[in-house]
């Protein structure tokens, strides 16, 4: 059963600290997706990626996050420096681009940055 | 632009009632919709879906039928169980070579108690 899995699942940090999430998507998908989900806004849009080339990241603040795929096998977001409103759980998801549009959802990494 | 709007939450149902969580869009052109389910401490899951109009998409008791006319697709289940209690998310997507992304709601938060 093949899934999307995400590292660390829960991570606590510091506010100025670099975070660092990773993201394996399925074997074969080719469209990679970075999401944050607060309650406040519910879920965003921040990043994604087609055949390892990021197609639209207008949803990331710039100036603190980056997102990379530096393979088929691994997607990155970083945040550097982290503030405390970047306390969220960030979904990485994988999908082949064809006309279902289907997404596979990782687990999540529930970040608090305090 | 594409918007969804999703009834609001939260429901609260006992066990065996008659769900429907109302689901309503604006796309320009024409979009594949899909309902989405979030279990506590999950990623989002793929429900179900219908890419035209007077689809019919199930999957596990749920149903929900694209209505071009009334631009709607709301969820239904006749008899919900608790294991049901999650929070459900209507999406679109419309095709706009290659560069596609979904549009999610807000979510609806349902819980059943036995």
């Known amino acids: 059963d093949a899934r999307v899995t995400q590292t660390p699942r829960h991570k606590v940090t510091e506010m100025g600290q670099e975070v660092t999430m990773r993201c394996q998507p399925i074997?074969?998908?080719?469209?990679v997706f970075w999401y944050r989900q607060t309650m406040m806004q519910g879920l965003e849009l921040l990043a994604y990626?087609?055949?390892?080339?990021?197609?639209?990241d207008s949803g990331m603040p710039k100036d603190r996050f980056s997102a990379e795929m530096p393979d088929a096998t691994l997607a990155t977001l970083k945040i550097q420096p982290s503030e405390p409103r970047d306390s969220a759980v960030y979904f990485c998801?994988?999908?082949?681009?064809?006309?279902?549009?289907?997404?596979?959802f990782g687990p999540g990494t529930r970040l608090t940055v305090t | 632009g594409n918007s969804v709007t999703q009834m609001e939450g939260p429901v609260t149902l006992s066990e065996e009632a008659f769900l429907t969580i109302n689901c309503t869009y604006i796309?320009?052109?024409?979009?594949?919709l899909f309902w989405y389910v979030q279990y506590p401490g999950e990623g989002l899951q793929l429900l179900l879906k219908?890419?035209?109009?007077?689809d019919k998409g199930s999957n596990k008791g749920f149903e929900a039928t694209y209505r071009k006319e009334t631009t709607s697709f709301h969820l239904e289940k006749g008899s919900v169980q608790v294991s049901d209690s999650a929070v459900y998310f209507c999406?679109?997507?419309?095709?706009?070579?290659?560069?596609?992304?979904?549009?999610f709601g807000t979510g609806t938060r349902l819980t059943i108690i036995p």
């Open positions: 998801a994988s999908g082949f681009w064809d006309t279902s549009y289907e997404q596979y």
């Open positions: 074997l074969g998908h080719n469209t």
């Open positions: 990626f087609r055949n390892r080339a990021p197609l639209d």
């Open positions: 796309a320009t052109g024409y979009p594949s």
């Open positions: 219908a890419t035209k109009a007077d």
């Open positions: 999406a679109l997507i419309v095709s706009n070579f290659g560069n596609e992304k979904l549009t």
